[in-house]
Each structure stands twice: as structure tokens, then as C-alpha cells.
């Protein structure tokens, strides 16, 4: 039982992550005032009237939750049951209106008119049945009234793009598996020399993501001078690494530059790497990260791959795929990215726009027809007619746009031949790169790189449409040989590896559970380490298919001192039923304790937080309800 204030609802540019932002969901989990639960009902008087949600504002919200969720199940599995009794009119628009957004994104009605869809005298009543019907929330931020989905556990597609089934190319090209690709670039990062073009600050809040890599953000002193006379500022975009780090990538693990690039700044997003902490001064050392990279290989490689596609799509603040635009396009058919002199934007704002455009085309692959080949030029042309000006999710293009090469220039991208060699250009490589590497999406081997076929493999299928870690294994390619690893007991509880990669999955789990010592890959198993390992609940079992992969066993010491020390840890002790009390902070719980005699003979277990016998439960909830209060019962 709890007593929560009101809900605290975030304006739309903030800093906290884009998917903080407010939505049905936490909406519904967050009000517990009476006049709020009045009116989220009144916004969904329309699905009250299809979905049975009940009528009386004083019923539990945890109905009211249920019905919700219900609903929103149904709506997931059957996308189609969202435009229910709409018109053909209004049936289209909200198709375009799920497939242009991400839906846990407010948005304001100044989108319509941008994509242009329906005449903006119509859009309140639009709007209204919309509401009306629960399609749609309207949350009051900061900033002004917004409208948002309903909370849907996968996010709807109703829309189906119209392209053409083509016959499979003659030869065409599949990706390394990508836990694969990442473990041979972490061990050539940790044995060779590489360093970060920028100078990468350590973050003071380690949840200030998205973690921007834009190297040079403000003009040098010369550039200033050649635009003092236009609107804006070019932003540079410059790779995270070195040119030589980059050629050093590839001699060592024999990939492309670019897919070397691309997985660094994606495990420097992760967290895997990070600039070395004594040296303050670019370049930098490109460092792995030890407690992290632990981490990760103790992983699966399902989850791994799961990890990869959502920091890539919500986090990975480099604009990777626009360097690569560029570079794809001919000098004079090349572009770059202004920003408003006027315009106080972060690189981490210009980054949810990039996280925007991710997640847009990714929406776009989920209404592809499954399994079918597509030839790009024939999907880019539906996408301009479409959506044109979908590189802007939060900011407008009268705060950054795509220029020319030089940034006096700006594009039109309402222009075809614009838009193909902007935007255009910039999914293109989203397909032939992040996509293509994750395996998402296989090629045709084609060598003009505007005019190439793809399809979405059942693999990029299941991370779409957002399948369990189970469903993706069962998709995932053969896994590569396991690495030559080597162990050899040095006494009963000290072991050493040989591995031919440096972070392998047995050092990975042996790090979890034991510590090392001076000799180079030896390790200890102590009663303190494998206690703190057990606390964070790690598991056994992986800790013994490691060592079974490699073609050994834990020794018969090591399997007592787990198995000891897992029995001191299940000892349990059973108390009589009693009810526990937190209240939201130490202020209310000062207040409740002084008018409460209830409370102050309850058993005190924080400032904040009391057991009592349920029949004193009962009392002081009629105690908090006269005074006021809103208590939240759960059993």
C-alpha cells in the first residue's frame, strides 16, 4: 500500500531518453486520484463502450488496467481491430499516422499537416473521434496538449506497403552472425593500438543517453567567418575512430572499415569500450571495458544480438549511415547537415532524430509482405510519395536540413531527386549496412548501390515484431566454432585458460565466479567470489556449459564450495502473514505517523516502510481514506 502523488508528466523535448516519455501505459500505472482516474474514463468513453471498461470512476484501477491491456492484446494480434467502424477516410489516415510514428511517441496535430494527409479545419473532429474511440490519449505536457496510443504491447501495423513480389537474385549475400563479428572486433580492440578521432568526455550521468559520438560539434574559426552571412552552421560529421585505427580493424579481424566503424560505436554505446581515463587529450585509447564485456559474453548469443538492435535503434547517437551517404554519393550529388543559428539543439536532440528515422524504417520492413524480395528504388519511391520530410520526429527543418556539400545550399526534400540522395540515401545505407550486419535483412549482390533487391529474413522478422530471446535462438545461423581453449587446474581451486581469442565465453564466466591473480589468465575460486557471484544471481549452469564447450569440468573441490555455499544462501526464515506499508516519502510518513495511532504501533522496517498485522492494515486504510489519502492496495 502506497500513497503516490500526482503524476508528473514530461514535456516533449527533455532530457530524458525519448522512450521516457510519457505514454497510456505508464499513464494508467502512475494515477491514483480519484479526479484523475475521472478523467482518463472520460477519454475512453469509446472503448468503454466496445471493450466493457467500467463505468463507475470509484472501481479499482487495476480493472480499469486489465480492460485496457485486454484490449490493447487483442489490437496487437489483430491490428485491423484498431479501424473498426472508422471510415475509409479515417481508416487511412490512422494507418499512416501508426506507420509514420513510433507509438510511444506523443505528437502534436501539427504532424497531419505536415504529412499532409487530411485538411487541417477537420483535424479537431478528427481528433475527437479518435479519442472517442480510445485510439488515441490526450496528455497535457508542458509544452501544450499532445495525443499518444494506447499502451500496445507490440506496436501496430496496419499499414501494408504495395510492392511487387520479385523473383530471388541470382547470387545473393548473407551476413556473419553478429555476436560473432562483435567478439573478433573486442579481442582486435583490446590487443592492438585504437584510438577515437574526438576526444570522448566520461559522462557524468550514466543515463544520459543517447551517448553522442559527434566529433567537432561547434565550427572552427574559419568556417564561422564563411557563413556568418547564411542561417546556419554545418555540423561536421567525423567517425569516432582514427583513419589508421580503422585500417588496423581490418588487417586484424579481416572485416570492411565500415562495419568495423559501425560495431565500435555501436559497443561504445553499449558500454563495452571506452576512452581510457587517464588521458584527456584526443586521440584517444580506445579501451575495453572489463566488467562490461564480462557481462556481455556471459550472455547468449540471442540476447546479444536483441541487446544490439535496441541500442542501435534507441541509443546509437552516430550518424554513421549519413557519412556513409556521403561518401556513396558522387561529390556533386553529396550533401551535409545544417543546424540553425537560432536553434538551441544538443547532438543528443539531433540524435532522436536519427533514432526517429531508425525506428520508422523499421516499422516500414514490418509491413513488407513476408518473405518477398524488394527491389529498393520501387519502396523508396512509395516512401517519398508517403512520408517525405520523416527524418524529423521532434525537431522541424526550420531547425537542421540537409544542404549542399559547402551548407549554403538548402535541400528541398519535398524534390524527388532530393529526397533520393538525402534521406533516400540514408535508409539505403541503413539496408545495406546496420540492417544487413545484424542479420535483418539479406541482399542481392549487386554492385550499383541505388538499385539493389532485399527481403527481411525470418530472423529480422522476429526481432521486429519483438519475439522472445527463445524465438530468436531458434532463428539465429550455426554458431562458429567455439574458439581453441585450453584449461589447466593449477591446484584444486586455481585455474588457468588459454584461449585464442581474448574475450572468450569461458573467461567471460570464469571472471563472474572467480578472481584473478598475478599469473597471466589464472583465476581463483575463494568463498567471497563465489558468494558475490551467486548474490547476483549468476548462474551455475552456464558457469559448467562453459567449461563442458571447452572440453573440461569444474573440479571436484570447486563443486563443494558452490554447493556449499548455495546451501548457506537458501536458508529461509518464516514469519507469521503481516502486512507491509510504504508510503511515497519520509515527509508523508512523518505526517501519517503523527495522526495515526495505528501506525506508531506498527513494526518500523525504514523510515519509510512498516509491517503490521493485516487486521491493523485494515484500520489504518480507513484511517488514511477519512483523512484524504488514496491508498493503493496490492495482494
Known amino acids: 500500500?502506497?500513497?503516490?502523488?500526482?503524476?508528473?508528466?514530461?514535456?516533449?523535448?527533455?532530457?530524458?531518453?525519448?522512450?521516457?516519455?510519457?505514454?497510456?501505459?505508464?499513464?494508467?500505472?502512475?494515477?491514483?486520484?480519484?479526479?484523475?482516474?475521472?478523467?482518463?474514463?472520460?477519454?475512453?468513453?469509446?472503448?468503454?463502450?466496445?471493450?466493457?471498461?467500467?463505468?463507475?470512476?470509484?472501481?479499482?484501477?487495476?480493472?480499469?488496467?486489465?480492460?485496457?491491456?485486454?484490449?490493447?492484446?487483442?489490437?496487437s494480434a489483430q491490428p485491423e481491430h484498431l479501424l473498426a467502424q472508422l471510415t475509409h477516410e479515417e481508416a487511412d489516415l490512422m494507418?499512416?499516422?501508426?506507420?509514420?510514428?513510433?507509438?510511444?511517441?506523443?505528437?502534436?496535430?501539427?504532424?497531419?499537416?505536415?504529412?499532409?494527409?487530411?485538411p487541417a479545419e477537420d483535424l479537431p473532429s478528427v481528433f475527437d473521434r479518435f479519442v472517442d474511440r480510445g485510439l488515441l490519449f490526450r496528455v497535457s505536457l508542458l509544452?501544450?496538449?499532445?495525443?499518444?496510443?494506447?499502451?500496445?504491447?507490440?506496436a501496430p501495423i496496419v499499414r501494408t506497403w504495395a510492392v511487387q513480389s520479385r523473383e530471388p537474385p541470382l547470387v545473393s549475400m548473407q551476413a556473419a552472425p553478429f555476436p560473432e563479428v562483435m567478439a573478433r572486433v573486442l579481442d582486435a580492440i583490446s590487443r592492438e593500438a585504437v584510438f577515437f578521432r574526438a576526444l570522448m568526455l566520461p559522462s557524468a550521468n550514466e543515463h544520459a543517453k543517447p551517448r553522442a559520438a559527434f566529433g567537432g560539434w561547434e565550427c572552427d574559426a574559419q568556417?564561422?567567418?564563411?557563413?556568418?552571412?547564411?542561417?546556419?552552421?554545418?555540423?561536421?560529421?567525423?567517425?569516432?575512430?582514427?583513419?589508421?585505427?580503422?585500417?588496423?580493424?581490418?588487417?586484424?579481424t579481416s572485416y570492411a572499415e565500415a562495419l568495423c566503424e559501425f560495431v565500435t560505436s555501436l559497443a561504445y554505446t553499449i558500454g563495452l569500450v571506452e576512452a581510457r581515463r587517464d588521458d584527456h587529450v584526443a586521440p584517444q585509447r580506445v579501451v575495453v571495458d572489463p566488467i562490461e564485456a564480462e557481462r556481455w559474453f556471459s550472455l547468449t548469443p540471442e540476447q546479444q544480438l536483441l541487446s544490439a538492435w535496441h541500442h542501435w535503434v534507441t541509443y546509437?547517437?552516430?550518424?554513421?549511415?549519413?557519412?556513409?551517404?556521403?561518401?556513396?554519393?558522387?561529390?556533386?550529388?553529396?550533401?551535409?547537415?545544417?543546424?540553425?543559428?537560432?536553434?538551441?539543439?544538443?547532438?543528443?536532440?539531433?540524435?532522436?532524430?536519427?533514432?526517429?528515422?531508425r525506428a520508422y524504417l523499421a516499422r516500414v520492413l514490418r509491413g513488407l509482405p513476408k518473405g518477398a524480395w524488394v527491389y529498393w528504388p520501387e519502396l523508396a519511391e512509395q516512401l517519398f510519395n508517403f512520408y517525405p520530410q520523416c527524418a524529423w520526429s521532434s525537431l522541424s527543418p526550420s531547425e537542421w536540413w540537409?544542404?549542399?556539400?559547402?551548407?549554403?545550399?538548402?535541400?528541398?526534400?519535398?524534390?524527388?531527386?532530393d529526397w533520393s540522395r538525402t534521406i533516400g540515401q540514408?535508409?539505403?545505407?541503413?539496408?545495406?549496412?546496420?540492417?544487413?550486419?545484424?542479420?535483418?535483412?539479406?541482399?542481392?549482390?549487386?554492385?550499383?548501390?541505388?538499385?539493389?533487391?532485399?527481403?527481411?529474413?525470418?530472423?529480422?522478422?522476429?526481432?521486429?515484431?519483438?519475439?522472445?530471446?527463445?524465438?530468436?535462438?531458434?532463428?539465429?545461423?550455426?554458431?562458429?566454432?567455439?574458439?581453441?581453449?585450453?584449461?589447466?587446474?593449477?591446484?584444486?581451486?586455481t585455474?588457468?585458460?588459454?584461449?585464442?581469442?581474448?574475450?572468450?565465453?569461458?573467461?567471460?564466466?570464469?571472471?563472474?565466479?572467480?578472481?584473478?591473480?598475478q599469473a597471466a589468465d589464472t583465476y581463483v575460486f575463494t568463498p567471497a567470489s563465489v558468494a558475490a557471484a551467486l548474490k547476483a544471481n549468476r548462474s551455475v549452469e552456464a558457469l559448467r556449459a562453459a567449461y563442458s564447450a571447452a572440453g573440461s569440468a569444474l573440479s571436484s573441490e570447486v563443486e563443494a564450495l558452490l554447493a556449499q555455499i548455495a546451501q548457506r544462501r537458501g536458508r529461509i526464515r518464516i514469519y507469521e502473514t503481516m502486512a507491509v506499508v510504504q508510503l511515497a516519502d519520509e515527509a508523508t510518513a512523518r505526517e501519517v505517523l503523527a495522526h495515526s495511532t495505528t501506525l506508531q504501533q506498527a513494526y518500523p522496517l525504514s523510515p519509510t516502510t512498516f509491517a503490521m498485522p493485516p487486521q491493523a492494515a485494515e484500520a489504518l486504510l480507513h484511517e488514511l481514506r477519512q483523512r484524504g489519502y488514496t491508498p493503493l492496495v496490492e495482494s
Not at 540537409?402 to 531527386?417: I, K, L, W, Y
Open 316 to 357: 546509437n547517437a552516430d550518424w554513421f549511415e549519413a557519412r556513409q551517404a556521403i561518401a556513396a554519393s558522387p561529390f556533386n550529388r553529396s550533401f551535409s547537415i545544417v543546424r540553425s543559428l537560432d536553434a538551441k539543439i544538443t547532438p543528443a536532440e539531433l540524435a532522436y532524430e536519427l533514432h526517429g528515422l
Open 426 to 493: 540514408i535508409l539505403a545505407q541503413m539496408l545495406r549496412g546496420p540492417l544487413f550486419w545484424l542479420g535483418m535483412v539479406e541482399l542481392s549482390a549487386s554492385t550499383n548501390s541505388s538499385a539493389f533487391s532485399f527481403r527481411v529474413t525470418p530472423l529480422g522478422q522476429a526481432l521486429l515484431e519483438r519475439a522472445t530471446p527463445q524465438a530468436v535462438a531458434a532463428l539465429l545461423a550455426p554458431a562458429a566454432p567455439v574458439p581453441h581453449e585450453q584449461v589447466s587446474w593449477v591446484d584444486a581451486y
Open 1 to 75: 500500500m502506497s500513497v503516490t502523488p500526482e503524476v508528473q508528466l514530461w514535456p516533449r523535448r527533455c532530457t530524458l531518453p525519448r522512450h521516457a516519455s510519457i505514454n497510456a501505459e505508464t499513464a494508467i500505472e502512475l494515477t491514483y486520484s480519484q479526479s484523475q482516474i475521472r478523467r482518463l474514463l472520460r477519454s475512453l468513453k469509446g472503448l468503454s463502450r466496445s471493450a466493457a471498461l467500467p463505468q463507475d470512476p470509484n472501481q479499482l484501477i487495476e480493472q480499469t488496467v486489465e480492460t485496457v491491456q485486454a484490449f490493447a492484446a487483442k489490437a
Open 223 to 252: 568556417e564561422a567567418a564563411q557563413l556568418r552571412s547564411s542561417k546556419g552552421v554545418r555540423i561536421p560529421l567525423l567517425a569516432m575512430l582514427t583513419p589508421e585505427s580503422l585500417r588496423l580493424l581490418k588487417q586484424r
Open 402 to 417: 540537409f544542404a549542399s556539400p559547402d551548407g549554403q545550399t538548402p535541400v528541398n526534400v519535398t524534390q524527388r531527386e
Open 95 to 118: 494507418r499512416d499516422l501508426l506507420t509514420a510514428r513510433e507509438h510511444i511517441l506523443p505528437f502534436d496535430e501539427a504532424l497531419i499537416r505536415q504529412i499532409n494527409l487530411h
Open 495 to 517: 585455474v588457468r585458460l588459454t584461449s585464442s581469442l581474448a574475450w572468450s565465453a569461458l573467461t567471460a564466466q570464469t571472471r563472474l565466479w572467480a578472481e584473478p591473480v
Open 143 to 154: 509544452e501544450g496538449e499532445f495525443l499518444c496510443w494506447p499502451p500496445y504491447t507490440k
